[in-house]
T-cell receptor, first 115, second 113 residues
Framework: DSGVTQTPKHLITATGQRVTLRCSPR?????VYWYQQSLDQGLQFLIQ???????AKGNILERFSAQQFPDLHSELNLSSLELGDSALYFC??????????????FGPGTRLTVL | GQQLNQSPQSMFIQEGEDVSMNCTSS?????WLWYKQDPGEGPVLLIA?????ELTSNGRLTAQFGITRKDSFLNISASIPSDVGIYFC?????????????FGKGTRLSVIA
């Protein structure tokens, strides 16, 4: 158990809908990262937040957005969903925003299926 | 952008055999991490490397940070069935800013009992 929690575990929805994925980082970690993993693909970095502020952005679609709240939990919002958005979405956390010994620890993921 | 090439893509080995996999980059990295992912689960950190030439072990796993800082290797000795999974390397340029981890596409390991 990495200490990172994600809800829900599974999510099934229809095209055009909007969903929210939730992540709670490990106790004491200030950074949260979101990744997308499609079938048989590697992990694609989406976005990073550190202590409530956006710190780095990857290949995140404009239909997707995220935020980190004062209690450090984070939410990833996916809107106008398309079939191709079906994937595993992982959240990871680390103690700092960058720098030395800043390993990322992953949550169990949310499997999103868009029908 | 930065790219990681991880090889082999997949391996089938007999239980008890040793395994080697590697990751190469077109850029210099200051951090190399190795993760294992079981089906439907999140990646689990196995080994972290921070210094060129560094050799670090975690049980039967040994990883090395290449001297050129553009590659890393993971070895598993005396494989067992629970070693089955996908192994990912990840690299990061460690600087004062924020550079996300770049992941390889993974090596899928199958162990035949």
């Amino acid at each position: 158990d990495s200490g990172v929690t994600q809800t829900p575990k599974h999510l099934i929805t229809a095209t055009g809908q909007r969903v929210t994925l939730r992540c709670s980082p490990r106790s004491g970690d200030l950074s949260v990262y979101w990744y997308q993993q499609s079938l048989d693909q590697g992990l694609q970095f989406l976005i990073q937040y550190y202590n409530g502020e956006e710190r780095a952005k990857g290949n995140i679609l404009e239909r997707f957005s995220a935020q980190q709240f004062p209690d450090l939990h984070s939410e990833l919002n996916l809107s106008s969903l398309e079939l191709g958005d079906s994937a595993l979405y992982f959240c990871a956390s680390s103690p700092h925003s960058g720098g030395a010994r800043n390993e990322q620890f992953f949550g169990p993921g949310t499997r999103l299926t868009v029908l | 952008g930065q790219q990681l090439n991880q090889s082999p893509q997949s391996m089938f080995i007999q239980e008890g055999e040793d395994v080697s996999m590697n990751c190469t980059s077109s850029s210099i990295f200051n951090t190399w991490l190795w993760y294992k992912q079981d089906p439907g689960e999140g990646p689990v950190l196995l080994i972290a490397l921070y210094k060129a030439g560094e050799l670090t072990s975690n049980g039967r796993l040994t990883a090395q940070f290449g001297i050129t800082r553009k590659d890393s290797f993971l070895n598993i000795s005396a494989s067992i069935p629970s070693d089955v999974g996908i192994y990912f390397c990840a690299g990061q340029v460690r600087d004062s800013g924020n550079t996300p981890l770049v992941f390889g596409k993974g090596t899928r390991l199958s162990v035949i009992a």
